[in-house]
């Protein structure tokens, strides 16, 4: 038989690339309506499945964007802290203003979202970290002892906390049957004659952080642009 010699062999071609699929969702979008699902029917209600459903997609197309629930829990977590301003010295508004905002603003947060402190992640973590920082720093440069600044902290989160559940299970009503019950004890008719009790839950929780952060942070008392003024020559 006579030998013929083999022909080349022919390369495979390459596959012609094909450009990437686009996502069908912003991750801001799944964070968006994972936030409204919360805040609708709690933080019990929230799952990669119920979120899909909100979206008109599959569980599956969901781990594109979030590797697990808790991670998704955590970029929920760092969009809410986002609402919480730093505090800045350099800001034309004087430190007292932004401490009690930033207070104001958690304290809506965990009013809104109870089971906050499960939903923070690492990441949420170090913003909070940042934030207690920034914080720190402006009590330091006010001149305040870094044990009172901490304690202040502290003391300062914990009324955010008490303020945001009272907010949630006192109403109207309520205030108005306390006020009734009050009618033998002598020390709390003293304060409903102030008038305290007529205050809405809002303007109450203000009048405690002014008090609180007067009291603890006098440093920052004397920085407010009316005692600035006063010194003006």
Not at 127 to 133: A, G, L, S, T, V
Not at 137 to 161: F, I, N, Y
Not at 202 to 212: A, C, G, H, R, V
Request: glycine share 4%.
């Amino acid at each position: 038989m006579k030998k013929t010699p083999n022909s080349p062999a022919k390369k495979p071609r390459a596959a012609p690339a094909t450009p990437g699929r686009k996502p069908l969702f912003q991750k801001e979008q799944v964070i968006r309506i994972a936030l409204d699902l919360v805040e609708r029917n709690g933080h019990e209600a929230l799952s990669m499945r119920a979120i899909a459903a909100e979206l008109g997609t599959g569980v599956a197309t969901l781990y594109n964007y979030f590797g697990s629930l808790a991670e998704l829990n955590d970029a929920l977590a760092i969009t809410l802290l986002d609402e919480i301003p730093l505090v800045d010295t350099k800001d034309v508004r004087e430190t007292r203003c932004q401490l009690k905002e930033l207070v104001i603003a958690y304290a809506n947060i965990v009013e809104r979202h109870p089971n906050f402190v499960q939903m923070v992640g690492a990441l949420a973590d170090q913003k909070i970290m940042r934030i207690f920082d920034s914080t720190l720093q402006a009590m330091l440069d006010a001149g305040v002892d870094v044990e009172r600044a901490t304690v202040t902290w502290s003391v300062l989160s914990g009324l955010a906390v008490s303020h945001a559940a009272s907010s949630r299970r006192v109403d109207r009503t309520r205030q108005t049957d306390m006020r009734r019950k009050f009618k033998d004890l002598k020390a709390l008719q003293v304060a409903v004659k102030t008038g305290v009790f007529k205050l809405g839950q809002d303007e109450w929780f203000s009048q405690i952080l002014d008090l609180t952060i007067d009291r603890m942070l006098p440093e920052l008392k004397a920085r407010t642009p009316r005692a600035a003024k006063a010194k003006t020559p």
